[in-house]
């Protein structure tokens, strides 16, 4: 187990100043127009897969860092540069994680390649949860997952919504219900292998910020694909849904227990990434107002003279600091097999992301009217800050899954 530190080695800020420069000479002055497109940005993730950014070797490296600290470092200079096109880089990243999170070796080694592609053919991928009835209520999902035991195949059947990267993606990966009377514990995930016919893309949503991010709607009919494409396999989740039953028979609820479902557990491993996500947008939106203050002149001074404008950018940077250490801590909680006894990785994508709205509305009222134009990039930022207290999670639902872990009571 290493040992917690707030300081990043030689290796750790190299690695870390090479994605800031992609981020500042790459994705900064092209994200603009990608927003304005809003169309997925293929040039600048292929770039990006050229050095070696966008595919499964580093991303892998940063996932096994034994310091936690190579994914939140990663995702805060990536999404410093733009948090669409930082998105679109990796959005991937969350099917992979719902494969290493309920995969076996097997699936680990034959799906996660194929969601990255190469630099010659980049591809990208889909985790898809999220239902027009079931968002942050998972046990309202209604996809259905039935096992065609003849044939040993699967065949799904429903939609799912918001999905980054869906309809696009080479590979999706699917949470479904299997057993609709073991509630939660009922899910399982599967993977949707390339050109697999049943399934396309649905509703593209027109979407309020990270516009560059590709959002849509994925319909499965009668989606047919082989048993071994059930992540972790039939013999794991049939134990898991005898355990429920068991649960179920000598009082208890399926829904209950320890074991955590298939969309929970990817969820709880990507949210200390998130909140790296909404610091990085929060920094970027600090450092441009603290540069606009110090230069912009009203009545014969530069505004940041005013205690009124000095004092919003002393908060903005204290919380922005805070949140990450909230982000890093969570990090290495988690890569040192620490579990999060308080909530720590709910609280890390919380805080995080509570700053970014305010870090970002503040940096518009700072620049004035001209926060208020697309021809400043702060407008942007506390657009693309929005959804950090949305997706994966809402904050009312990291709040409340804080406050059960830290009560043990069932708080609704």
């Not at 997925?40 to 991303?59: M, N, R």
Request: aromatic share 8%; charged share 25%.
């Amino acid at each position: 187990m290493s040992e917690f530190t707030m300081e990043l080695n030689d290796e750790q800020r190299e690695v870390r100043d090479w994605i800031h420069g992609f981020a500042a000479e790459v994705m900064r002055p092209a994200a603009a127009e990608w927003d304005e497109r809003e169309e997925t940005p293929w040039p600048v993730i292929q770039e990006a897969a050229k050095i070696g950014l966008y595919s499964l070797d580093f991303y892998a490296q940063q996932f096994f860092d034994p310091t936690g600290l190579g994914i939140p470092m990663t995702m805060e200079e990536l999404f410093w540069g733009d948090a669409g096109i930082g998105l679109s880089i990796v959005g991937t990243g969350l099917a992979a994680v719902g494969v290493l999170a309920n995969g076996t070796e097997e699936q680990i080694g034959t799906w996660v390649p194929q969601m990255y592609g190469d630099a010659g053919d980049v591809k990208v991928a889909a985790f898809c949860s999220s239902e027009p009835d079931a968002g942050s209520d998972v046990a309202a999902m209604r996809t259905r997952a039935v096992y065609d035991e003849a044939k040993d195949e699967w065949v799904l059947n429903g939609t799912k919504t918001w999905a980054t990267n869906g309809g696009i993606a080479n590979v999706h990966v699917v949470v479904a219900v299997v057993d609709p009377e073991a509630g939660s514990k009922g899910h399982a995930s599967f993977i949707i292998p390339p050109g697999t016919p049943g399934l396309s893309q649905g509703q593209k949503f027109k979407k309020h910020g990270i516009r560059a991010s590709h959002t849509a709607e994925v319909v499965l009919e009668n989606v047919r694909i082989p048993g071994h494409c059930l992540l972790g396999g039939k013999e794991k989740l049939d134990e898991r849904l005898a355990r429920a039953r068991e649960r179920a028979r000598n009082g208890g609820t399926g829904a209950s227990g320890s074991v955590k479902n298939a969309a929970m557990a990817t969820f709880e491993a990507s949210r200390p990434a998130v909140g790296a996500m909404a610091v990085g947008t929060a920094r970027a939106a600090y450092e441009e107002a603290l540069e606009y203050a110090k230069t912009r002149s009203q009545f014969g001074r530069p505004i940041i003279d005013n205690q009124g404008v000095a004092f919003q950018l002393a908060d903005m940077r204290t919380q922005i600091d805070a949140a990450r250490l909230l982000v890093w801590r969570a990090s290495w909680m988690a890569v040192n097999g620490k579990p999060f006894t308080s909530a720590e990785g709910s609280m890390s994508k919380l805080y995080a992301s509570e700053v970014a709205k305010k870090v970002t509305a503040q940096a518009v009222q700072i620049f004035g009217g001209n926060g208020f134009t697309r021809e400043y990039p702060v407008e942007r930022m506390h657009r693309d800050a929005a959804i950090y207290t949305i997706f994966e999670g809402t904050s009312e639902i990291q709040r409340l899954v804080i406050a059960r872990t830290l009560s043990g009571m069932p708080i609704r």
